[in-house]
Every structure is written in structure tokens, then in C-alpha cells.
């Protein structure tokens, strides 16, 4: 029997390592090998969603935070929100992460988690967490946020791209949060050619934190691109 498309999730994220090179300062997380429930979850959620042949679109994150996917495995997805909006309880964690809120008010302004999964399957580039240390205290840092951490992860990257695009999705065109990762996607793509025309979608995080007033507008916006 062909693998669904969860079959081939799950099987990326538990096969899912960096072994390369970091700057000082730098640290990995990752939830596969960190904590054996975020497994369970992980699972769970792609089997309750992606339990199918479908191809989908592509929404291309930064790197998960340590608060998100850092802890459920699920991008933009806290314990909070995979607890309310998909009914997945996590257990040895709480987490509250600002671009879920955003993100799932979105999706539920779509129709709803079933809906919008059966049509978008979202990761990023840089599939796990990265962390830095600023003056003593573990903050969440973006793969671009440093030159030579962009060196040392940038071929991790477009093999992590590559095998996301193994999975079933359309290539023709694939929507890009944040506009400095838009840059940096533009130029993996120059280089490995994977991608047709990227749509440019501002970040829930930057929408959360310095737009929520005009959030509304946001989740309109979101919605006019994804349902063309």
C-alpha cells in the first residue's frame, strides 16, 4: 500500500538530525530526541490530518521556536493550541508561542483545522528549533539571524526543502512567511531550483507582536492569497 502523506511526515521527523557545524553560542532543539511524547503527538496530529494521498500547498516558515514546534513537533503550533483547536492534549508540557495564536485564528477564519490541512502542509526550511545565548539566558534565534550560522545550516536546508517536496506538495508556487526569509528562500531556490513563483506573506509573529491591531486586515489577507 502507498504511503500517505502523513506516513511520509512522520517518517521525516523521526529520522530528523543536524549533525553539522554551529557557531559559538548556537544551540539545536530537537523535541524528536528531547522528549519521547512530542513523538506521540507528532503522530497523532498527522495521522488525524494527513491521513491521505492529497498533494498540498506549501507554507515555508523561518525555523520553529522553542515554545512551538520546539516542543509539539506540529509547526506554529503550541500545546495550547494543538490541546483547543485539534484536540491533542500534550501532557509533560504547556506552552503558549505567539505565532499560534495567529496562525489558528487564521486557520479557523479558512474553515476550521480540517479544512485547511487537507489543502497547506507548513514547515520551514530549518525544521528544528535554534537557540542562542544572550548574556547567559537561551533566547529563540532565526537561521538567517547570523552569516556564519546561515554557512553552516544553508545545505541542510535545501535537503530539508527537497524532502518536503518528496512528500506530495505543488511546486509551482509556494507562499513564504516573512519578508527577510522570503530573501533568503528566493536565493535556495535560485540555487536548487525547487520552487516556481513565491508568494510573500508578512510572519505571524511580526503580525502578532506589531500588528495586532490591524490583525483582522492580516487574516484577510492571508485568506485573499491562500484561496485564489
Known amino acids: 500500500m502507498a504511503l500517505t502523506f502523513a506516513d511520509r511526515v512522520i517518517a521525516f521527523n523521526q529520522n530528523l538530525k543536524y ?43 523561518i525555523n520553529p521556536s522553542r515554545h512551538g514546534a520546539g516542543v509539539t513537533g506540529v509547526p506554529f ?61 537561551w533566547v529563540n534565534a532565526n537561521y538567517y539571524d547570523d552569516p556564519e550560522l546561515y554557512k553552516c545550516v544553508k545545505d541542510f536546508m535545501i535537503q530539508s526543502l527537497r524532502e518536503h517536496v518528496k512528500m506530495g506538495l505543488y511546486t509551482e508556487e509556494v507562499y513564504v512567511l516573512g519578508k527577510k526569509n522570503a530573501g533568503y528562500i528566493a536565493a535556495l531556490n535560485k540555487e536548487a531550483q525547487l520552487f516556481g513563483k513565491i508568494q510573500i506573506l508578512e510572519h505571524p509573529r511580526f503580525i502578532q507582536q506589531y500588528k495586532s491591531k490591524e490583525k483582522q486586515y492580516y487574516i484577510e489577507k492571508y485568506l485573499l492569497m491562500l484561496k485564489q
Request: with cysteine; net charge positive; hydrophobic share 35%.
Open 77 to 137: 503550533t503550541d500545546t495550547k493550541r494543538l490541546a483547543a483547536a485539534c484536540g491533542i492534549e500534550m501532557k509533560t508540557a504547556h506552552t503558549h508561542e505567539i505565532s499560534s495564536v495567529f496562525m489558528y485564528d487564521m486557520i479557523e477564519a479558512y474553515g476550521g483545522p480540517k479544512l485547511f490541512y487537507h489543502d497547506f502542509y507548513i514547515n520551514s526550511p530549518f525544521p528544528l528549533a535554534i537557540i542562542r545565548n544572550v548574556k547567559g539566558k
Open 19 to 61: 549533525i553539522g557545524k554551529l557557531p559559538k553560542g548556537f544551540q539545536v532543539m530537537n523535541p524528536y530526541l528531547d522528549n519521547p511524547e512530542t513523538l506521540i503527538v507528532m503522530q497523532q496530529f498527522y495521522h488525524k490530518y494527513y491521513g491521505d494521498h492529497n498533494k498540498r500547498r506549501f507554507l515555508i516558515g
